[in-house]
């Protein structure tokens, strides 16, 4: 189902505008003023990985629903939309490292994990578990992931069971774009300045967001989005109602990370001032 671009600009703005607050109250969290160092980041990305990885997921749900991934092939809906979510994740799953090797992005997040210092087994158990079981509720448990954090993964498993596409492109559209702000990326190349052995691969992971996923990227899922929509009022609302749930979530993954975060800093020990 196509819509006119008229029509399409028209709607998106609706959405834009509705959700702009709640955009507003991601992008100036109170998370990015409290990260001063390593210890303070690698806490935000054991929380932030989980919202990459199920990027990832939602991503792949789009392309089993849009499109054939199975044997026999048979044309499956529109074929503009399946050029749309299949440029996409040709980005998403196989986009280039720092020396021009192919990877996904949330591959090159773990190694930005790595090369910080931030503890990535509990992530990594997780993804093992979950892929021996399937079983989301038992994975958490057994890796031990924060709470914020699963509700976060709960809230997109459970709009990709409900196999809503509409839905499903709105939140990967709307609920995931552009909602890193300009002073964490500012915060990430002072320490970058102190620490390029550490942080070069999480400022490239910056960099290409903004490249791939801020731009072209964007511009694709907004079309999908359309298109999935359509002319249809109904299904316009209810990409907008889950969109400002999906940003909650969001909002209350970076209060998890922010509660960590106080936690760290007030278990250690104050700086001796007689020295």
Known sequence: MLINQKKMDSRIKEIQHTIEPFRQRIISHKVYSIINDLNDLNIFMKYHVYAVWDF?????????SLTCTSTPWFPIGSADTRYLINEIVLGEESDVDMQGNRCSHFELYLRAMDQSGAD?????SFLAQLQQTGELKGSFRFAGTPQKAQQFVDYTFEQISAGKDHILSAIFTFGREDLIPGMFHSI?????????ERVSIFKYYLERHIEVDGDHHSQLALQMTANLCGDTADLWMQAESEVLASLHKRIDLWDGAYEQIIAFKQDQPLPDRTR
């Open 120 to 124: 990535t087994y509990e992530i990594k």
């Open 188 to 196: 990430v190349n002072d320490l970058h300045r102190h620490s390029p």
């Open 56 to 64: 990832m997921s939602l991503l792949k749900a789009l392309q089993n």
